[in-house]
């Protein structure tokens, strides 16, 4: 064979490799762009379909509860002292700070402006191996696509009773992406529907719903925040009063 129809044949085979890559993030919509929150469900925060109180355990109602009257009257919480939320109070509440989704076929980044906060959703093989997950506020995220609806399941959290919707290490998430078509202004909307079981926290798994408008040539601004120092606080908080961290 030829070098020149060598060469030939590979060009083929990349060409017919980016072709099915295009066709397969072809088949699903494009996230992409920048997004605020959106009128009706979800402006502000997010929307809880299930009336009344969260359904804590008698183990989360403790420690939240402890937990509340220790930064009860203060300014104290993670974002003051330059943490960022995780999961999922930073998907939930992002919106007053704009978020900003790149999508790729086999990775989608979401950046919240709040902390420039970052979440990496990977999908098939872009997926470490169990073991090689490490736990944190925001979790480890991995996606698929069911028709047009995008599908993210995060586990490998902490635990955190500092946020709305505290939970301990042995929660997991799955969230529910879709596009519900546009606003009177025209900008294009972009829903989620997102439970959470946690057994040690709920009773029953928790389901919240949230909206974004997307923003025309939108742009995601820096946000200054250093020192990592809430747990430290927290800690000094409950020995000067002589408690256990909650």
């Given amino acids: 064979m030829g070098q020149s129809m060598r060469v030939g044949k590979y060009l083929a085979a990349a060409w017919l490799a980016l072709g099915a ?3 397969s993030a072809a088949e699903h919509p494009d996230f992409t762009g920048v997004w605020t929150n959106a009128s009706g469900p979800g402006i502000g925060g997010a929307t ?3 009336a009344g109180p969260l359904p804590f355990t008698p183990l989360a109602q403790g420690r939240v509860a402890a937990y509340q009257k220790l930064t009860g009257g203060t300014d104290d919480s993670p974002g003051y002292w330059c943490v ?3 999961m999922p109070g930073s998907m939930l509440g992002s919106g007053g700070y704009p978020m900003e989704i790149l999508q790729r076929p086999e990775q989608i980044n979401i950046v919240y402006e709040a902390h420039s906060e ?3 959703i990977y999908f098939g093989d872009r997926n470490a ?4 997950r490490l736990a944190s506020r925001g979790g480890y995220s991995s996606g698929r696509w069911e028709g047009d609806t995008l599908v993210v399941e995060t586990d490998n959290l902490v635990d955190q009773v500092d946020q709305r919707t505290p939970h301990s290490e042995d929660a997991t998430i799955v969230e529910r992406y879709k596009l519900e078509g546009t606003d009177a202004q025209g900008r294009r909307i972009l829903a989620v ?3 959470m079981t946690d057994p040690k926290f709920y009773t029953k798994p928790v389901t919240l719903q949230k909206r974004w408008a997307q923003v025309p040539n939108g742009r995601v601004l820096p946000y200054e925040c250093t020192a990592e120092t809430w747990y430290e606080r927290i800690e000094a908080m409950a020995k000067k009063a002589g408690v256990p961290i909650p």
């Fill in 21 to 23: 890559v295009a066709a």
């Fill in 48 to 50: 809880n379909t299930a």
């Fill in 84 to 86: 960022g939320t995780g």
């Fill in 118 to 120: 970052i979440r990496r």
């Fill in 129 to 132: 191996p169990q073991a090689d």
């Fill in 193 to 195: 529907e997102m439970t």
